[in-house]
């Protein structure tokens, strides 16, 4: 497909009607779906190389393995004052994947409420009922037999899943030690398995499904399972480690239109033109830092990065939205299998890689997978939610950006919602604490699924004259538990640390634990019969530890957020610069300001979902790829010229 002397060449050799700026979760989808067509001609850029036989990548019981390495893009947050003014790593894909090829593989899907917010926003068929048929047809379920049910728990309802997509998934052979206590210590605390949480619900406790090939007991992700399946099209062409500088705009008729890409390719800078769309698929960092180096953004910011301003539309780059997460470690029985065990004994790993190379079984094979979501009410009196929301929130109910009441519409809702994640494994997850030798340990991940801090994300300014370029890395600023918003989130993780005390003192997860060693143990609260002022500086406490502790999902969305002045009427021009309203893209992911670009990937989600995002992001690739078609179809049937 390309010449191996010089694939940037082979690559400019073709004509193509459609040119994808990222090949990772969403991108790789999008190609797949185009190229079906054969009339279609689809080239994809991604600045990572492919790994199909890299193990931290494949391997499942590897995941984390990879963050860090040479298939990150390595971000960094600027300070967060939120965070006691720590700067914080922020893992990307840099691979064919992306994403989906450094996540923990968890496959799970939001709230109906969620996706009916983004069409409240002005989306059209983004709700959960225009988006189900999506979901189901970038899944392959592989259902589990009566006998894995019973004894994991591992329960689904086959008609909100895909029987016959592209992406693997399916509940793991084998879990850690502390899975077979997970759903009986939540039912001792009232809190019920969601035997069917694919259905619109997350809230319960369940058993996670994960994105894995049970054939090989290998991940499954975009690249092996959009991309390597179809490699061999004509009519699919794509360049490895070339990044994209910008996307060429030129004027027609007194408007722009996306006319193609620059990119460097071996230290070598290329051209490439295309005949239909520009479609940038490079994620929630990267696309809106595309989109400012090409010219559309915020005067402000391109200005100071020496771009000349095409398009004037401040939101792009603005309204990031990330899940929080802690990490609290327990010190649980030594005799417990742990990967972190096995990674740090050679005789171990070397038994488990065996075991996992023979057989696609052992603790290679496991991955997180005891999960609950839980209402704030099921551990804050409603009461004191609303005393909060009372005092914080005035801002958020009054504003004229809806995404602002919605959140704090959820905040209060009395309808159950899955606003806080637990998730239960043996290892020691967090990067603060530091294992010591011959004990084992266990982590509750505790994440934050609609948080009301939101950041930015923009090109950096001219350094010492130089214009700013896709070589120059983004300024990440997530603003975690900044304004009152932000305190309202750190109050919520507060409280919630607090019941993950609870969790695991309460039978039969406490059988295994013998103590809570980060933070260091220290009794919880009485409720009903407290001191106040001790009870109080326990919060203070536990408030700076979590500021202290703070780190990303890796779950960032919203930077070129998807939505429009829903009073206006339905029929307007993508190119009218006053209908934006706080987005930048509208309903078909068309690139305000612009003919023949559209953004598809989690950037474009308006608001965060309380969930996991890989299963969404495929979703938007699929709803994307189909809305691609339907346009390019009904521009070939008018005749039309110039690109829509």
Known sequence: MNSDSNPAAAFLDHKFTHLILGGGTAGLVVAARLSENPDLTVGVLEAGPAAFDERRINVPGRFGESLGSEYDWKFETVAQAGANGRTLPWARGRVLGGSSALNFMTWNRGNREDYDAWEELGNEGWGWDGLLNFFKKSEHLHQPDVDHQTKHQSHFDAEFHGSNGPLQTVYSLEYGASHQYWHDTFHNLG???????????????????????????????????????????????????????????????????????????????????TEGEVIVCAGSVLSPQLLELSGIGNPRVLQAAGIKVKVDNPSVGENLQDHLMTMTIFEIDAEIMTSEAVRADPILTEAADATYATSQSGIRTTIPSSVVYLPFSHYVPRTDLAALASSLLSDYTASSDPRDRILAQRFLSKEPLGQIEFNFDVSNYSPYFTSLPGRRYASM???????????????????????????????????????????????????????????????????????????????????????????????????????????TDWHPVGTCAMGRDTQLHSTYSPTDPHITNGFVVDGRLKVYGVHGLRVVDASVMPLQIGAHLQSTVYAIGEKGATMILEDWGERKANGQGKTI
């Open 445 to 551: 991940m505790t994440m934050l699924q609609y948080p009301f801090s939101k950041g930015s994300v923009h090109i950096p300014a001219m350094m010492d004259g130089r214009v700013t370029t896709s070589d120059d890395k983004p300024v990440i600023d997530p603003r975690y538990y900044v304004g009152p918003g932000g305190q309202l989130d750190l109050l919520m993780m507060v409280a919630a640390q607090k019941f993950v005390h609870k969790i695991c003192a309460t039978e039969p997860m406490s059988k295994i634990i013998r103590s809570r060693v980060y933070p260091a143990s220290a009794p919880a609260p009485n409720i009903h019969h407290h001191e106040p002022d001790k009870e109080e500086d326990y919060d203070e406490d536990l408030a700076f530890w979590v500021r202290d502790n703070t780190v």
């Open 191 to 273: 809190v019920e398995t969601n035997r069917s949480h694919f259905s619109g619900s997350t809230v319960g406790v369940w058993t996670s499904l994960g994105s894995v090939d049970p054939a090989t007991r290998a991940r499954s992700y975009s690249a092996t399972a959009y991309y390597r399946p179809n490699a061999d099209r004509s009519n699919l062409v794509l360049l490895t480690e070339a990044v994209v500088r910008e996307v060429v705009l030129e004027r027609e008729e007194g408007e722009w239109v996306a006319k193609g890409a620059r990119f460097v390719h071996r230290n070598e800078e290329y051209m490439v033109r």
